[in-house]
């Protein structure tokens, strides 16, 4: 029901805009966010947007470098990732509550839908 793309590999430094698509149902009043997770470490949080109010939240390893921005007409959120780091390097996932309760935004645990992952790998 959600489809993670725009992954792929780029310098560190670099950009690159992940799109993470619903099919099957709208999710245009959910609470959604990414999460990402590299290898042998625990799923994290990246960043997560209101449906309601637009007010967004980062992780601040990427505040002031990702943009989470929504387009409910399109049933899609977008995660802008700009000044890339090797750090930076995991697999991203996109994921939805079942409302638009913000309540820890940041555990991965709150969140039932979830899309399949794209590969985001920053070379140095």
């Known amino acids: 029901q959600l489809q993670a793309s725009g992954g792929g590999l780029v310098q560190a430094g670099g950009s690159l805009r992940l799109s993470c698509e619903a099919s099957?149902?709208?999710?245009?009043?959910?609470?959604m966010g990414w999460f990402r997770q590299a290898p042998g470490k625990e799923r994290e949080f990246v960043a997560a947007?209101?449906?309601?109010?637009?007010?967004?939240y980062y992780a601040d390893s990427v505040k002031g470098r990702f943009i989470i921005s929504r387009d409910n007409a399109k049933n899609t959120v977008y995660l802008q990732m700009n000044s890339l780091k090797p750090e930076d390097t995991a697999v991203y996932y996109c994921?939805?509550?079942?409302?638009?309760?913000?309540?820890?935004?940041?555990?991965?645990?709150?969140?039932?839908?979830w899309g399949q992952g794209t590969q985001v790998t920053v070379s140095s």
């Open positions: 994921a939805a509550k079942t409302s638009d309760y913000s309540a820890y935004y940041y555990s991965w645990l709150e969140y039932s839908y």
């Open positions: 099957g149902r709208t999710f245009s009043k959910n609470f």
């Open positions: 947007i209101s449906w309601s109010s637009g007010r967004t």
